[in-house]
């Protein structure tokens, strides 16, 4: 996990994910995203919520640049094309368990969000942001396309428009209009981020967990179903949650 720059804390249903190398701006390496899905293939089975905040002054810088001099050297270049794909493919092991329908995930957003820092806070189910944040999709303008899960949450979330504008100005959204476009659910002034937290996390875990597991993985369902399917989907759950809650 230090060779990752990650720390991790599980206090009972409570998980705290911590971006952990502030002194380079919680910039993150193959290292990071591999040790991102170790800790979600290993979460304890307990765990209901998962936290990602980052140490120092920023969530997270992104990729660390590091990795681009002695030209991208360590990088699959490409010419490989299957190789690459499946590269690329466990690098986004350490964003896609943050969807599971068995964890509410929270990003705790301070500071930079850039790049890959921006799509990890994406990756997540709600985001809390101190008014310091700054959220930036850096990588066309680093001739790159943004390829750790991001591009799916924000075109659902901002529309294909202002995702457009967005990435292809790579250009800073501050957290008074990251809330107006959805990309913040709650914002607090800085030095409230963690008890806001806390309150979301306590609010979450008053929740019947069977109810929340249930609700989760319906509505991540709705964008894609016709309304017909998710009528469905509504009924099957909650015969779910009736035989749970009143079967013999
Ligand atoms: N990689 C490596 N080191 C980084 C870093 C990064 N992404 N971001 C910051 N650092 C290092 C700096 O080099 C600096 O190191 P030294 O103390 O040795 O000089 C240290 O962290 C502190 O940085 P700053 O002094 O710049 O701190 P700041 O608070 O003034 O600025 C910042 C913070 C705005 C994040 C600025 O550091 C910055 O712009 N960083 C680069 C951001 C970037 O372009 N990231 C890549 C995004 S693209 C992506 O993530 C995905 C992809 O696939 C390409």
């Known amino acids: 996990m230090e060779k990752a ?14 971006l952990d190398r502030p002194e380079r701006r919680n910039a993150m390496t193959f290292d990071t995203w591999r040790g991102l899905a170790a800790i979600g293939r290993t979460l304890p089975a307990d765990v209901r919520v998962v936290v990602l905040r980052g140490a120092g002054p920023s969530f997270s810088a992104g990729i660390d640049l590091g990795m681009f001099s002695g030209g991208g050297e360590g990088f699959a270049d ?7 794909d ?10 896609t368990w943050l969807r599971r329908p068995d964890i509410v995930t929270v990003a705790a ?7 890959a820092g921006f799509q990890l806070a994406l990756a997540c189910d709600i985001r809390v942001a101190a008014d310091d944040a700054k959220f930036c999709m850096k990588e066309p303008a680093l001739g790159l396309v943004p390829d750790l899960t991001g591009t799916k949450p924000l075109v659902e979330i901002v529309g294909i428009g202002r995702a457009l504008e967005l990435c292809l100005t790579a250009r800073t959204v501050l957290a008074e209009e990251a809330a107006r476009l959805g990309l913040a659910e709650i914002v607090v002034p800085r030095d409230g981020l963690d008890g806001a937290v806390r309150d979301l996390v ?44 009143f079967g013999r």
């Not at 599980?10 to 998980?15: I, L």
């Not at 499946?86 to 964003?95: D, H, K, P, S």
């Open 109 to 115: 957003v301070h500071g930079h969000a850039i790049g």
């Open 5 to 18: 720059g990650l720390r991790l804390e599980v206090d009972g249903a409570v998980a705290t994910v911590t």
């Open 86 to 95: 499946r590269f690329i493919a466990e690098l986004q092991e350490g964003y």
């Open 202 to 245: 306590a609010a979450l875990l008053a929740v019947n967990p069977g109810a929340a597991v249930a609700t989760k993985r319906l509505l991540w369902e709705a964008a894609d179903n016709t309304l017909e399917e998710q009528c469905a989907a509504e009924r099957r759950e909650q015969i779910g949650r009736l035989r749970e809650m």
């Open 78 to 84: 490409g010419a490989d094309a299957e190789g690459t």
